[in-house]
């Protein structure tokens, strides 16, 4: 593997070739942009057109819905000849049996890359490895970090608790999180929550990451399934417009504001929410029957865009940004 660090190019050897970074080498992508797995969501349509952009493709198991998300992955080598992966969330795979299926199931769809999450990564990781899958595992806390490298991960998705999505809710934001980690491990590390365009990215690889991985800024995609009333919640939020529910019940997770979560904020556990109400909002626009997961980033993304566009875009900017902090630095 090569151990070519992102950094700011500066100093005599500058240079307008492209950044790479062990994500690149690694996964053999050219844009070290990462999708975030959704569920429901990152399904195939989002994940290969992430693929097709050069970045990396997630497609999500998180729905439990083992026959659509077994679908899904069968459609991707239909959609995509480029690299693309799973994420395994351990919450929604506590059964051993379920479990060593889902893994059957990744295998045969001949996936060589997951995330793993939401779980303990001594369980997760290693029947991933010994299937011959690169395995990445999601951690909101210094601690949790090294007990995936301890438990084989080939490298880690560091999680701020600015992301939406279920989180740790007392976990640090990225900009403590991620050079803690980078610090104290020597595996890739790709960072998650609070990135949705170039500087942010940039910041990012400057604090020690080798890539990103968006989640809010790609739920508002054009090729992003959920309904359009969620996407214009998201485009309308502030940074101050998403609330963290089930804080002491757990899991907690990082919503928009909305009625519902508003209320929910308050009561411990939070009321746990049906299909038909995930379905209602997801695909219905029904804002107030389930939870919109989505990061205070929300307060920064202000339009939907194609992926193609928002990869391009960001890498493009992302690698301007740390030439021009180069510049900066050597006056
Ligand atoms: C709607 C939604 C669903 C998510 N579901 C999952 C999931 O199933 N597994 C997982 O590891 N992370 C999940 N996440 C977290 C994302 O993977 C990602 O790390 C996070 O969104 C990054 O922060 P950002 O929203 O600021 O980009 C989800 C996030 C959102 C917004």
Same mark, same amino acid.
């Not at 307008?16 to 959704?38: F, H, K, N, S, Y």
């Not at 560091?158 to 989180?167: L, S």
């Not at 890739?188 to 170039?198: E, Q, S, V």
């Given at each position: 593997?090569?151990?070519?660090?992102?950094?700011?190019?500066?100093?005599?050897?500058?240079?307008?070739?492209?950044?790479?970074?062990?994500?690149?080498?690694?996964?053999?992508?050219?844009? $070290?942009?990462?999708?975030?797995?959704?569920?429901?969501?990152?399904?195939?349509?989002?994940?290969?057109?992430?693929?097709?952009? %050069?970045? =990396?493709?997630?497609?999500?198991?998180?729905?439990?819905?083992?026959?659509?998300?077994?679908?899904?992955? &069968?459609?991707?080598?239909? =959609?995509?000849?480029?690299?693309?992966?799973?994420?395994?969330?351990?919450?929604?795979?506590?059964?051993?049996?379920?479990?060593?299926?889902?893994?059957?199931?990744?295998?045969?769809?001949?996936?060589?890359?997951?995330?793993?999450?939401?779980?303990?990564?001594?369980?997760?990781? $290693?029947?991933?490895?010994? !299937?011959?899958? +690169?395995? #990445?595992?999601?951690?909101?806390?210094?601690?949790?970090? =090294?007990? !995936?490298?301890?438990?084989?991960?080939?490298?880690?998705?560091?999680?701020?608790?600015?992301? *939406?999505? #279920?989180?740790?809710?007392?976990?640090?934001?990225?900009?403590?999180?991620?050079?803690?980690?980078?610090?104290?491990?020597?595996?890739?590390?790709?960072?998650?929550?609070?990135?949705?365009? *170039?500087?942010?990215?940039?910041?990012?690889?400057?604090?020690?990451?080798? %890539?990103?991985?968006?989640? +809010?800024?790609?739920? @508002?995609?054009? &090729?992003?399934?959920?309904?359009?009333?969620?996407?214009?919640?998201?485009?309308?939020?502030?940074?101050?417009?998403?609330?963290?529910?089930?804080?002491?019940?757990?899991? !907690?997770?990082? +919503?928009?504001?909305?009625?519902?979560?508003?209320?929910?904020?308050?009561?411990?556990?939070?009321?746990?929410?049906?299909?038909?109400?995930?379905?209602?909002?997801? #695909?219905?626009?029904?804002?107030?029957?389930?939870?919109?997961?989505? %990061?205070?980033?929300?307060?920064?993304?202000?339009?939907?865009? $194609?992926?193609?566009?928002?990869?391009? @875009?960001?890498?493009?900017?992302?690698?301007?940004?740390?030439?021009?902090?180069?510049?900066?630095?050597?006056?």
């Amino acid at each position: 593997m090569a151990a070519t660090r992102a950094v700011a190019a500066g100093g005599p050897e500058r240079s307008e070739a492209p950044v790479r970074t062990r994500i690149t080498d690694m996964l053999g992508i050219d844009i $070290p942009i990462v999708q975030a797995p959704m569920g429901y969501i990152a399904r195939s349509r989002l994940a290969s057109a992430v693929s097709q952009a %050069g970045g =990396l493709g997630i497609c999500e198991t998180s729905s439990g819905r083992w026959d659509e998300v077994r679908a899904e992955m &069968e459609a991707m080598p239909t =959609l995509t000849d480029r690299p693309w992966g799973v994420n395994i969330a351990g919450l929604f795979v506590r059964d051993p049996a379920l479990l060593d299926t889902v893994i059957d199931v990744v295998v045969n769809a001949g996936v060589r890359f997951a995330t793993t999450s939401a779980g303990d990564p001594a369980r997760l990781v $290693p029947p991933l490895k010994a !299937a011959g899958i +690169t395995v #990445f595992h999601v951690v909101p806390t210094l601690r949790g970090a =090294l007990k !995936a490298v301890a438990a084989g991960a080939d490298g880690l998705v560091v999680e701020g608790v600015e992301g *939406g999505g #279920f989180k740790n809710a007392d976990g640090a934001s990225t900009m403590v999180l991620l050079p803690q980690v980078a610090a104290a491990v020597d595996v890739p590390l790709i960072a998650a929550g609070g990135i949705c365009d *170039g500087v942010s990215m940039a910041a990012a690889l400057t604090l020690g990451a080798d %890539g990103v991985q968006m989640g +809010t800024r790609m739920l @508002t995609s054009a &090729e992003s399934p959920v309904h359009d009333n969620w996407k214009s919640a998201v485009l309308a939020a502030t940074e101050t417009d998403t609330v963290v529910v089930n804080r002491y019940a757990r899991p !907690a997770m990082r +919503t928009l504001r909305t009625e519902l979560s508003s209320e929910a904020e308050r009561q411990s556990p939070a009321p746990s929410l049906s299909l038909d109400g995930i379905r209602s909002l997801y #695909f219905g626009g029904e804002m107030n029957a389930a939870y919109a997961m989505s %990061g205070q980033v929300a307060g920064r993304v202000t339009e939907v865009l $194609p992926v193609r566009q928002i990869l391009e @875009t960001t890498w493009r900017d992302c690698q301007a940004r740390l030439r021009q902090m180069g510049n900066r630095a050597t006056g």
